[in-house]
């Protein structure tokens, strides 16, 4: 089983910045991709940046030149940090890891910005 811990989410004004970290633990033998996913009220869960089976990362439109992911594989864990926040960014962003066999997700980590 993997489990995968998220942090780092909270309250903060338009303009402002967090970091979010996601480490996973447990059976991991190979990662085909890891990255952020989230879900706003009333949306479907969308892709925010993840890491590939290349190793390169892949960022939605809507976050390109302000969110950046970055990942340490000596600890398995992915960092996503946001910057210049917007209220739409507000979200319930969860951690995400596919193996070759599964998929798993954290728990979420609540993001909301005001405006």
């Known amino acids: 089983q993997v489990q995968l811990v998220e942090s780092g989410g909270g309250l903060v004004q338009a303009g402002g910045s967090l970091r979010l970290s996601c480490a996973a633990s447990?059976?991991?033998?190979?990662?085909?991709?890891m990255g952020w996913y989230r879900q706003a009220p009333g949306k479907q869960r969308e892709l925010v940046a993840a890491?590939?089976?290349?190793?390169?990362?892949n960022y939605a439109d809507s976050v390109k030149g302000r969110f950046t992911i970055s990942r340490d594989s000596a600890k398995n864990t992915v960092y996503l940090q946001l910057n210049s926040l917007k209220p739409e960014d507000t979200a319930v962003y969860y951690c995400?890891?596919?193996?070759?066999?599964?998929?798993?997700w954290g728990q979420g980590t609540q993001v909301t910005v005001s405006s």
């Open positions: 890491f590939n089976t290349g190793g390169s990362a």
């Open positions: 447990g059976s991991i033998f190979s990662i085909n991709a």
């Open positions: 995400s890891l596919a193996t070759m066999t599964n998929d798993y």
